[in-house]
C-alpha cells in the first residue's frame, strides 16, 4: 500500500472512530438537564444537546475547511489566465527559440547581462 491510498484510509478509520464513540457517548447520556443560553432556559435530554452541539461543530469545521481550501486555490478568474496562457510572459525557454537559428534558439547577450 503506497502513501496515496494509506492516508486516506487513515482518515476513514478516524473518522469513524469518532462517529461511533460519538454515538454511544450520547445514547449512554438521556437523562433531563436544564439548559441555559444567554436569556432563554431549555429542557432537554442530554442527548439531544451533545447531538446539537455535536452536529454545531461538525458544521463549523465543515465551514472553516471550505474557507482555509477556498483561499489555498486559485480564483477562477486567475485559474483561467494560467491554463490559457494570457497575459502570460514568454519563459526563458522560449526566447528567440527559432528553428532557421544556428545557435540552438540561445540569445547571446554581454558578458553578465541576464533575463
Known sequence: MNRAT???RIKLLVLLLFAVLSVVLILQN???VTTRL?????GMPLAALLALTLLIGFAGG???AMKVDQQRRPSQKVR????????RPPD???IGSYPD???GGRQHRPH???H
Open 112 to 114: 553578465g547581462v541576464t
Open 92 to 94: 526563458q525557454a522560449s
Open 62 to 64: 465543515v465551514l472553516a
Open 30 to 32: 438521556t437523562q433531563a
Open 38 to 42: 444567554l436569556f432563554v432556559t431549555v
Open 80 to 87: 483561467a489566465v494560467l491554463c490559457t496562457g494570457a497575459n
Open 6 to 8: 494509506l492516508i486516506p
Open 101 to 103: 537559428r544556428t545557435d
